[in-house]
Nanobody, 119 residues
Framework: QVQLVESGGGLVQAGGSLRLSCAASGSISRINAMGWHRQAPGNPRELVAAITSGGSTNYADSVKGRFTISRDNAKNTVYLQMNSLKAEDTAVYYC?????????????WGKGTLVTVSS
């Protein structure tokens, strides 16, 4: 089994910063892409940022220039540095990791961490 545990969420004022972390543990052979999605109340889950094992990144237009995704492959951990936060960034943030095994690639999800930005 593989577990992903997020941390770093909380309450912050608009314009502030937060750093989310997500550590993968368990039976891990190889992690391909890792990333973050978010879901605000009444909205569908959306991609925030993703990073490949080689370090290539992809961001939602709404967070470009404000958020930075990074990873530490030795620690099986992905980070999301969020700066210049806005009220519309309020959501539950979920990390994911794509793991390869003999049968293909499986996406694992964390349980989510709440980010609340007060205006």
């Amino acid at each position: 089994q593989v577990q992903l545990v997020e941390s770093g969420g909380g309450l912050v004022q608009a314009g502030g910063s937060l750093r989310l972390s997500c550590a993968a543990s368990g039976s891990i052979s190889r992690i391909n892409a890792m990333g973050w999605h978010r879901q605000a109340p009444g909205n569908p889950r959306e991609l925030v940022a993703a990073i490949t094992s080689g370090g290539s990144t992809n961001y939602a237009d709404s967070v470009k220039g404000r958020f930075t995704i990074s990873r530490d492959n030795a620690k099986n951990t992905v980070y999301l540095q969020m700066n210049s936060l806005k009220a519309e960034d309020t959501a539950v943030y979920y990390c994911y990791a794509d793991l390869s095994n003999a049968y293909g690639t499986i996406r694992y999800w964390g349980k989510g961490t709440l980010v609340t930005v007060s205006s």
